[in-house]
């Protein structure tokens, strides 16, 4: 799953990262965004494209449209988000993408946990795969946005047996054209998504699970993890 990632640099350097030629409708801001420990519940810049333009609104993580009186969720899984009642609707009329450096997950072991931090290799930004209620510009609490997730595989099943769908630049600037099919999202969300061998991961202080802390810290590899 994705419950906790980091989103650091400023929009200008995950946009540039992205694609500097592709036309935007989005305030120039090199300040960075210093989120070392995002969560569920709080609104999150989110890229997505109408009107021919990219756009970054603050969208909440989280979704529960009128009918669902349980908890709000934060992931879809990609084996069935396309076709679901829940998702299928978002898939085909909300597609995003959210910048992150990287994201955390819990280890388990009896009543143990350890957190650690999944980065890419090279150091480059990821662009995770998210549907949510368009227009995001409305910023509706309820009906926000989730992240896709897939299968984790090799070394990543070892932290968890999930793992968000982190795509290629050029895979997420098709996962966000409206002119990109449903079926034709599937297929960027398989074959489009960074394996298993782009990453790498450390541990972390425990200091993450709380949602309060908010520092560079909280990335820096420790030496002596509980699991």
Known sequence: MCGRFAQTLSREAYLTALDETSE????FDPEPLARYNVAPGTRVLLLNQRDDLLHLDPV???YAPQWWHKTPLINARVETAAASRMFK??????RAIVFADGWYEWKREGDKKQ???????????????AIGKAPF????VREGFVIVTAAADKGLIDIHDRRPVALT???????????????????????GALGPDAFLWHPVD???????NQSPDLLAPINDPVV
């Not at 935007?24 to 305030?27: F, G, K, Y």
């Not at 931090?117 to 795969?129: E, M, S, T, V, Y």
């Not at 510009?137 to 509706?140: A, I, L, R, V």
């Not at 895979?171 to 074959?191: C, F, G, I, V």
């Open 206 to 212: 425990r200091a993450v699970g709380n949602i309060r």
């Open 60 to 62: 909440h993580w989280g």
């Open 89 to 94: 609707p978002l898939w085909q009329h909300g």
């Open 169 to 191: 630049a050029e895979a997420a600037l098709a996962w966000l054209s409206p002119e990109t099919s449903d079926a034709r999202a599937e297929t960027l969300a398989h074959d």
């Open 137 to 140: 510009e409305h910023g509706d």
């Open 115 to 129: 957190p650690y931090f999944i980065h890419r290799a090279d150091g480059q930004p990821l662009f995770f795969a």
């Open 24 to 27: 935007r409708d989005i305030a």
